[in-house]
């Protein structure tokens, strides 16, 4: 790849130029063009759309036996393994993420695939107990073609997460990766295409959410969108469906409260908090951006929290040592520095960060440092949105009652973290605090085989998990008759509805 060229995009596995505007992916670290290409069109759309419902309908892979799609998948996550520095690499270049994340978030896509490919070969059907002359049965089939509409915050991982289990379940699948990060989805695709997928049943469509996104959500052909990104964009998403009668996931914001007890082991506590809110810039919806401390001990806590974080190292994402890149965009930064002006307008006092670092590597990229503001209540606007930035605001409580008041007081319900040394006191607000993930003594920790979503205004539905398949697939229910007789009828009594 090089830059004069204009890359190609897939629609249903033809690579060729996109019919919108041709514009560059930039790195953040310096602004610089890392790829360009032409966004796709409407029309463009159709294609892929009408394309990968033929695969579906025509390419025989909603047929295959499941361990024969699994075999495909096997393979896709050999070949990410295969090329993963390669991958991590542009990952970098295309959201400015550290590179130790970049190859975590590879090391995960291929995870994905593989677990998906176990969850297709394993994957019960079942005979349900009968209660008259029949065999019954709830079987599972493939929905068509499903939209994947991906942010720009974990690219690969996130279009894994949707790629694999709906290819997995039978189906075709058109992915609309965020504008900005568009390079890693065309990766997959290429992948795909060479462990063998059929052609026409991945496409990729880089460019504005409004016009493909859309358009794409509210295409007859499209049976199920799976998205994640804003709460605004999710809402306008299922309004679209609620018309179509169509099923969504929806993996939207946060703004997860961090709880630490007066009996947390600080060491961890400190650690968990930081990385919690600070790794990948404060870039990820479970981003633990409100930290709630016991008030004894508050001032020891907090002098700890803010000694470690100033030595957080911000700078170039290339460097193996680098704990926080750039943020993704110039706009982006300028949108984290209006909350925390907002914050400081609402009586929040700056312990650290909160102004642009100047000098070398900063002066080219969009770097912002960690910032902890304190003096702020749970009500107000800063504690209230999701700022999606390495900004943390913390505030003392008195007691768990409060506490838990305050923690579920968020139209978010993503996730949580509590530090505590008492097993049972971590049980019980585990269990009281609403969020779709709580972390114990932990924070930001994944498994692929444990369901992750979120409440509320957090999202709609599960991904991961063995079931996560399911989610692409329509559920049937079958009756063998096995009657030695006719069915009875008027004034005899029948098997139906006992
Ligand atoms: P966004 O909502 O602006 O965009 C997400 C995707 O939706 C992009 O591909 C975008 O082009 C597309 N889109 C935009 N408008 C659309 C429309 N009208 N119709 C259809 N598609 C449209 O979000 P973003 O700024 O890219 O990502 C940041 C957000 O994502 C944050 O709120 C973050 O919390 C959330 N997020 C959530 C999770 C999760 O798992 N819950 C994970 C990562 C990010």
Redesign the pocket.
């Known amino acids: 790849m090089t830059l004069e060229q204009t890359l190609p995009i897939c629609i249903a596995g033809d690579w060729r130029l996109g019919r919108g505007e041709r514009y560059a992916t930039c790195y953040p670290a310096t602004g610089e063009a890392v790829a360009w290409l032409n966004a796709a069109s409407v029309d463009d759309v159709e294609d892929a759309v009408q394309g990968a419902h033929q695969a579906f309908l025509h390419s025989g892979w909603a047929q295959r036996k499941p361990h024969e799609r699994a075999s495909v998948l096997y393979r896709i996550a050999e070949l990410i393994r295969a090329r993963s520095e390669e991958l991590a690499q542009l990952q970098r270049q295309d959201n400015g993420k550290p590179i130790n994340e970049t190859r975590a978030l590879v090391a995960s896509a291929a995870g994905t695939f593989q677990f998906f490919a176990a969850a297709c070969e394993t994957l019960e059907e079942t005979i349900t107990p009968s209660r008259g002359d029949f065999v019954s049965m709830s079987v599972y089939e493939p929905m068509g073609v499903i939209a994947a509409?991906?942010?720009?915050?974990?690219p690969i991982a996130?279009e894994a997460q949707k790629v694999a289990p709906a290819l997995a379940a039978g189906n075709a699948v058109v992915i609309?990766?965020?504008?900005i990060t568009p390079l890693m989805a065309l990766q997959l695709a290429q992948i795909c295409e060479e462990a063998g997928l059929p052609k026409g049943l991945l496409s990729v469509l880089p460019g504005?959410?409004?016009l493909l996104?859309?358009a794409l959500?509210r295409h007859p052909l499209v049976k199920r969108v799976s998205f994640?990104?804003?709460?605004k964009?999710g809402k306008?998403?299922a309004h679209i469906a609620a018309d179509k009668m169509m099923p969504v996931s929806l993996?939207?914001?946060?703004k997860s409260p961090t709880i630490v007890l007066d009996d947390a082991d600080l060491d961890h506590a400190v650690a968990g908090v930081l990385y919690g809110i600070f790794s990948s810039s404060g870039e990820a919806?479970i981003a633990g951006s409100r930290l709630f401390v016991a008030r004894a001990l508050y001032e020891p806590f907090m002098a700890r929290l803010v000694a470690a974080a100033a030595e957080l190292r911000v700078g170039d994402p290339a460097d193996e040592r680098t704990q926080m890149g750039p943020l993704i965009s110039a706009a982006h930064r300028e949108s984290v520095e209006r909350y925390v002006a907002l914050g400081v307008a609402e009586g929040g006092r700056l312990l650290l960060g909160g102004e642009r670092p100047s000098g070398s590597v900063y002066d080219q990229g969009y770097y912002y440092p960690p910032t902890i503001l304190e003096g702020l209540s749970n009500s107000q606007q800063v504690c209230q949105e999701?700022i999606?930035g390495p900004v943390l605001v913390a505030m003392p409580f008195d007691d768990e009652a409060q506490l838990l008041e305050q923690a579920n007081d968020s139209l978010y319900a993503?996730a949580a973290g509590i530090w505590t040394r008492d097993y049972k006191r971590a049980w019980a607000l585990g269990r009281k605090i609403q969020a779709g993930t709580v972390w114990i003594n932990t924070y930001k920790q994944f498994s692929i085989s444990t369901p992750f979503g979120?409440w509320r205004d957090?999202?709609l539905g599960r991904e991961k998990g063995r079931l996560g398949i399911l989610q692409y697939m329509e559920q049937k229910s079958l009756y063998w008759g096995m009657n030695e007789q006719p069915l009875a009828w008027a004034g005899v009594q029948t098997e139906v509805g006992l």
């Open positions: 509409i991906t942010p720009w915050n974990s996130s609309k990766p965020a504008e504005k959410g409004s996104g859309d959500t994640t990104g804003g709460t964009t306008h998403i993996e939207l914001g946060g919806c999701e999606f993503l979120g957090s999202g």
